[in-house]
């Protein structure tokens, strides 16, 4: 076998990727990455494995999701955690998370949408009118949902650009509510085997649950030894974990992270951990941190404290509940499905108080020291929630430091001197 590195840009080139552009992006995400995780100490074993995934992120892996195409299989973009993968996979659908975590392409963005608009959208729209983004060129289809307004408005921008589908999500939890989002997921099954030409079956849904389920178990195994004092993992290594959970083929992803969490078992039972025994413990609350935002986690860690978790879709939303595993027929688990991802925190439902209950049961559990409030800049659901965060925690005991940023490095020198103040005064 010869050592040369893969030349992807055949492949780049017939996905429609702008090559230069491209090339620049991931020269810019190696250097984030070498900077904010290589620099690490200690780092467990198994996280050669997600470091090999990154170094391949517009890779190997957009290799498997073309192979994979070309023999007829189908992938679906998403981006938001109430879109149910079990339902893509029990039509052999591929789902891969789109949600973008850099700053690119704004200046083409602000021309089809306001400049106040959340990093997070305009970093999406950005990598799609920029054409760096492999996965959404991927994509058969996107799958959308109508979670905040500003997604709302994309998804209609991005429907002249690619195909689209938008699931409508309720934004409250009552019995109505339930009734119209197990309609929606009905939907969304015949979208599914509409694309994919396949039919799911009672036993098909039923072996996507499991598997699906087996991937949060694992996340869930690797988190709870985050309550150790020395914490076996790092923040940043942690939330890596859980961002490659969107993208990674699942059964391989699952088997590779019950590897790290045997280990981070281990250095528990053994007393060992990446930062010193009583280093300041922080649990993240807020919006979603898409690939490649490491911004704050590296500052916190790189102040000396440790993040030991995040309340956050990229953290606990995403595994902390499991699909019931005891139905049978397809309609008892639609009914199972809805009501697993009806139960998601998110602050696009009114009331929210269930994320708020999260955030003071996940401080205790992991031992924090003190809570993080994250919004992104323009997020009017999570900068209002922030509040009602700061409130609850603070009557829980626990102090707090409500941060509103964005996907810019302008703000990094201020964040790190806050920052630095509120983890000396824990
Ligand atoms: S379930 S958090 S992934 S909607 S940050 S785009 S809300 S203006 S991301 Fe989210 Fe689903 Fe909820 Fe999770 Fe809008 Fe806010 Fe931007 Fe946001």
């Known amino acids: 076998m010869s050592d040369q590195p893969v030349d992807y840009h055949p492949m780049w080139a017939e996905l429609g990727l702008d090559l230069p552009t491209h090339d620049a992006l991931l020269g810019a995400v190696g250097q984030l990455f070498g900077d904010a995780y290589l620099t690490q100490e200690n780092r467990p074993q198994g996280m050669d494995y997600l470091n090999f995934v990154m170094s391949e992120v517009h890779g190997l892996r957009i290799k498997e999701l073309d192979d994979y195409r070309k023999s007829g ?26 949600c973008a ?21 305009k970093s999406f729209m950005g990598f799609k009118l920029a054409k760096v983004c492999p996965y959404i060129e991927s994509a058969d289809l996107v799958i959308g949902e109508t979670t905040c307004d500003g997604k709302k408005k994309a998804y209609e921008l991005l429907g002249d650009m690619h195909n689209v589908y938008v699931m409508e999500l309720p934004q409250m939890k009552r019995d109505v509510d339930m009734a119209m989002w197990r309609d929606e997921i009905r939907d969304l099954m015949a979208k599914v085997e509409e694309v994919t030409g396949n039919t799911i079956t009672a036993e098909s849904l039923k072996a996507s649950i499991k598997e699906v389920n087996d991937k949060r178990r694992a996340l869930q195994r690797i988190a709870a030894t985050r309550a150790a004092d020395p914490a076996p993992i790092s923040g940043k290594d942690a939330l890596l974990a859980t961002q490659v959970a969107f993208y990674d083929d699942v059964p391989r992803f699952t088997q590779m992270m ?15 951990g990446v930062a010193p025994k009583g280093a300041k413990r922080i649990l993240i ?27 956050m879709c990229t953290g ?70 922030a509040n009602a965060v700061e409130k609850t925690v603070r009557d829980a005991g626990f102090p707090v430091l409500k941060i509103t940023t964005d996907y810019s490095m302008e703000d990094v020198g201020q964040l790190a001197t806050r920052i630095e103040a509120f983890l000396e005064m824990l």
């Open 73 to 98: 299989g189908k992938v679906f973009g998403t981006f938001c955690l109430y879109v149910p993968e079990e339902i893509i996979r029990a039509a052999a659908g591929w789902c891969v998370g789109l």
């Open 101 to 121: 975590g850099a700053e690119f392409a704004y200046d083409q963005v602000e021309q089809i949408m306001p400049r106040n608009t959340c990093s997070l959208i």
């Open 258 to 272: 019950n590897a790290l969490a045997d280990e981070l078992e281990a250095r528990v039972a053994a007393g060992e």
């Open 285 to 311: 609350t807020g919006t979603p941190m898409a690939l490649p935002n490491w911004k704050l986690h590296d500052i916190i860690e790189k102040a000396g404290a440790v993040v030991v978790g995040e309340e």
């Open 316 to 385: 606990s939303r995403y595994y902390q509940d499991l699909v019931s595993e005891d139905a049978s027929t397809l309609d008892e688990m639609v009914s199972d499905i809805a009501e697993k991802y009806l139960d998601i925190n998110c602050a696009c439902f009114t009331p929210n108080q269930g994320r708020l209950e999260d955030v003071v049961r996940m401080a205790k559990e992991l031992g924090a020291d003190g809570v993080i409030d994250y919004s992104l800049q323009f997020c009017g659901l999570y900068e209002m929630e």
